[in-house]
C-alpha cells in the first residue's frame, strides 16, 4: 500500500479536502486497494473536530464526501507514510522542526500545480466561501498530476 498524508495548519480546511477529493480519485480510477490517503494539521487547536463547515460545503458541492477527525502532525507520521504533503511553506517549515529534513518524503502540494509550481495553497481560514472554491480547484488539478505521477512510477 502506498500511503500519502496531506497537512495544513488546522487540520480543518485544506487538507481534509485534499484527503477527501483524493480519496474520490483513487476510487474513480479504482485504486483505493494499492494507494491510502488521511490528513493532520501541525497545529493541536482542532484535534477531535470535523472539517470547517465550509470544506464541507465546497466538497459536497463537487460530489465529494467529506469524512474525517482533526488530528495533529506528529513524528510517527513520518514512518507511516510515504509521501508527505504540505499545503504551505510555513506547514512544511514546521514540518521540518517535527520530523527533520526529508526532501524524499516531504513535498510542497503545489510542487504539482501545473499553473503555480511551488507556491502555498492559500489559508482559506479567514476568507469567504470563494477562497474554498480557489483551494479546491488548486488541489483537484494538483492531485490529478500527483495521481499521474504515482501511475507512472509505481507502474499502477
Ligand atoms: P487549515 O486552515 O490549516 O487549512 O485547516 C486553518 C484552520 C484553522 C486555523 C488556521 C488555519 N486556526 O487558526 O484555527
Not at 78 to 83: T, V
Not at 94 to 105: A, L, Y
Not at 148 to 156: A, G, Q, R, S
Request: charged share 30%.
Amino acid at each position: 500500500m502506498i500511503k500519502v498524508l496531506f497537512v495544513c495548519l488546522g487540520n480543518i480546511c485544506r487538507s481534509p479536502l485534499a484527503e477527501a477529493i483524493f480519496k474520490k480519485k483513487l476510487e474513480i480510477e479504482q485504486l483505493a486497494h494499492k494507494i491510502s490517503c488521511d490528513s493532520a494539521g501541525t497545529a493541536n487547536y482542532h484535534v477531535g473536530e470535523n472539517p470547517d463547515p465550509r470544506t464541507v460545503e465546497i466538497a459536497e458541492k463537487h460530489g465529494i464526501p467529506v469524512n474525517h477527525k482533526g488530528q495533529q502532525f506528529k513524528k510517527h507520521h513520518s514512518e507511516e507514510f510515504d509521501y508527505l504533503f504540505a499545503m504551505d511553506g510555513s506547514n512544511y517549515k514546521n514540518m521540518v522542526s517535527e520530523i527533520g529534513n526529508d526532501p524524499d518524503k516531504l513535498i510542497l502540494m503545489r510542487n504539482f500545480d501545473p499553473f503555480g509550481k511551488g507556491e502555498d495553497v492559500p489559508d482559506p481560514w479567514y476568507g469567504g466561501i470563494n477562497g474554498f472554491e480557489n483551494v479546491y480547484q488548486i488541489l483537484d488539478r494538483s492531485l490529478d498530476k500527483f495521481l499521474d505521477h504515482l501511475k507512472e512510477k509505481h507502474d499502477l
